[in-house]
């Protein structure tokens, strides 16, 4: 065996080392070759995925944006017709608003109506019966002013009453002076007509109504049908 201290000996084994180093070189350098390669096949795969996706991802947010952009234009047409919709029904609520009150101030005008009605009713009804009475105490009276004054009194249709007078005359007795009574709705005594005419009837009939004597108003017209007569007989 060959001492390691011979000089040749060295040599060798170092020559020989540095080719092994240079085959491990090669060796690394293809395996490194190689691993770089892949890892750039793996890169621009990845690359290429990438890529894909965002490409994809920017098509899809396109269309997205669009749809958003349609969305407003929808949103913003219905937010426009939601207002124009929004103005109608106020305008239809303040129409039945004012209906409604004009409805209810019909309400209380026929409401009002119907309680005149009903008092007018209850003061016809009430005046009515008043007249009534009034006809039936005459009617009571007739035989008495009959006896006294010569009267009769006659109703006639429409709620009227004729008074007849005899006796004025005593150059005729059986000559009649007439005149015709009516009471209105208010109870108030009305002279229709009179026959012969008197100049103060007019007088007479205030005086009655303001003082509802009955009594003292036949008297005083029997009083100035005489004075008729007597004036007439002078002459």
């Known amino acids: 065996m060959a001492s390691i201290r011979d000089y040749n000996v060295v040599e060798q084994f170092n020559s020989r080392l540095e080719e092994i180093r240079k085959l491990l070189d090669q060796a690394m350098g293809e395996v490194l070759n190689d691993r770089v390669a892949e890892l750039c096949q ?24 669009d749809m958003i952009h349609t969305y407003k234009q929808d949103l913003k047409e219905k937010t426009s017709l939601l207002k124009e919709k929004s103005a109608e029904h106020l305008e239809v609520v303040s129409e039945i608003e004012d209906k409604e009150h004009h409805k209810a101030l019909l309400f209380q005008r026929i409401e009002k109506l119907k309680k005149d009605q009903a008092r007018n009713r209850e003061l016809i009804q009430s005046q009515n019966k008043a007249n009534k009475d009034r006809l039936k105490k005459l009617n009571k009276c007739k035989d008495v002013f009959q006896k006294h004054l010569s009267l009769e009194i006659r109703k006639i249709q429409g709620e009227k009453l004729q008074f007849v007078f005899r006796n004025i005359s005593r150059k005729d007795p059986d000559l009649v002076h007439t005149f015709l009574l009516q009471l209105d709705a208010e109870g108030v005594y009305h002279i229709i007509s009179c026959d012969p005419p008197l100049e103060k009837m007019a007088h007479l009939e205030r005086r009655l109504q303001e003082t509802n004597n009955f009594s003292a108003f036949l008297a005083n017209v029997r009083r100035e049908f005489v004075a008729l007569h007597s004036g007439a007989k002078m002459a």
């Open 42 to 65: 793996d890169h621009g795969q990845y690359m290429k995925s990438v890529l894909d996706t965002c490409f994809k991802k920017c098509k899809e947010d396109e269309t997205m944006f």
